[in-house]
């Protein structure tokens, strides 16, 4: 599986950014995907993850109530909606896979990342 993602920027704090990862390959049947964050200097953390056809849905205590993971498998689509943003959020964001979990916590296949950056 092949993950690129998109949709990453600069926002002010409280603002929405929409990112979005489009998976190719042999197949997207089976997959769970998910989305890690790396803050400068920190470790990389899961911030959301949704099982194949959505039946288990993950978000870090950090982030619920304000992201929302959703995926579009006729699309091989899957997409973060991040609303309040806070300065905090800041992070390259990427796009994660793995078909042997409903959780992505140890994803086998990684996309490249995308800027989010958060002004105060």
């Known amino acids: 599986v092949q993950l690129q993602a998109s949709g990453g920027g600069l926002v002010q704090a409280g603002g929405s950014l929409r990112l979005s990862c489009a998976a190719s390959?042999?197949?997207?049947?089976?997959?769970?995907m998910g989305w890690f964050r790396q803050a400068p200097g920190k470790e990389r953390e899961l911030v959301a993850s949704i099982s194949w056809r959505g039946g288990t849905i993950y978000y870090a205590d950090a982030v619920k109530g304000r992201f929302t993971i959703s995926r579009d498998d006729a699309l091989n689509m899957v997409y973060l909606r991040m609303n309040s943003l806070k300065p905090e959020d800041t992070a390259v964001y990427y796009c994660?896979?793995?078909?042997?979990?409903?959780?992505?916590?140890?994803?086998?296949?990684w996309g490249q990342g995308t800027l989010v950056t958060v002004s105060s």
């Open positions: 390959g042999p197949t997207f049947s089976g997959y769970a």
């Open positions: 994660v896979a793995d078909r042997a979990a409903a959780v992505v916590d140890r994803p086998g296949y």
